[in-house]
């Protein structure tokens, strides 16, 4: 059980274009999904939390007008980076939280490689 | 000072080697924490949960130590797959949930 999954895996856009990534959560409900980036050779970094019916919040730093965050229902939450940019290219992972045995465990997406030209 | 630290290593450990890591959490808010393990270019994946008692999963033994804020994660009989990067991962809920990762600890294991 705990599977999520990411869609697409991998895409390459061109510059000033718009990409949606989606995230499901397949065999569970998830009030709160993560979105992270994960630049090459460095730690996860946190972008924005994301819950459903409410606004996501996002860390400092992170452009709340450019990657645009929907949790639509309790097992799907989207980013879409808006006006993408070569710096925007970066490995995309969400996690949606799950409550087992009375703490919330993340379980990771595969991630999206995106690749802005 | 970060909310999770971790020594980023790398630790080259011979196989059937015994290797620890610490990861030291400055929130004593902190409800939940978790080690995770992420292979190169690869999401991280759910290793273990850590609990106040301590919880063994066969050569992976966690510990939680609330008084001193930290976790450990104790590697018995180090094989070649476990060659990864190990995160560790404090969950503060209550309301929202904040996850905070620390950096991840690189373990090699040499043959």
């Known amino acids: 059980g705990a599977v999520v999954s990411q869609h697409p895996s991998w895409v390459i856009c061109k510059s000033g274009t718009s990409v949606k990534i989606e995230c499901r959560s397949l065999?569970?409900?998830?009030?709160?999904m993560f979105w992270y980036r994960q630049f090459p050779k460095q730690s996860l970094m946190l972008m924005a939390t994301?819950?459903?019916?409410?606004?996501?919040?996002?860390e400092q730093g992170v452009e709340k007008d450019k990657f645009l965050i929907n949790h639509a229902s309790l097992t799907l939450s989207t980013l879409t980076v808006t006006s993408a940019h070569p710096e925007d290219s970066s490995f995309y992972i969400c996690?949606?939280?799950?409550?087992?045995?009375?703490?919330?465990?993340?379980?990771f997406g595969p991630g999206t490689r995106l690749t802005v030209t | 000072r970060k909310e999770v630290e971790q020594d980023p290593g790398p630790f080259n450990v011979p196989e059937g080697a015994t290797v620890a890591f610490n990861c030291t959490y400055s929130?004593?808010?902190?409800?939940?924490f978790f080690w995770y393990r992420q292979d190169c270019r690869k999401e991280p994946k759910l290793l273990m949960s850590?609990?106040?008692s301590g919880n063994e999963d066969g050569r992976f033994t966690a510990q939680l130590n609330r008084a001193s804020q930290y976790i450990s994660l104790l590697i018995r009989d180090s094989k070649l797959s476990d060659s990864a990067t190990y995160l560790c991962v404090v969950n503060r809920a209550g309301g929202y949930q904040k996850v905070t990762f620390g950096i991840g600890t690189k373990l090699q294991v040499i043959p």
């Open positions: 994301s819950n459903e019916g409410s606004k996501a919040t996002y």
């Open positions: 065999d569970f409900q998830a009030t709160t």
């Open positions: 996690s949606a939280s799950r409550l087992r045995q009375g703490s919330y465990e993340q379980y």
């Open positions: 929130n004593s808010a902190s409800q939940s």
């Open positions: 850590v609990y106040s």
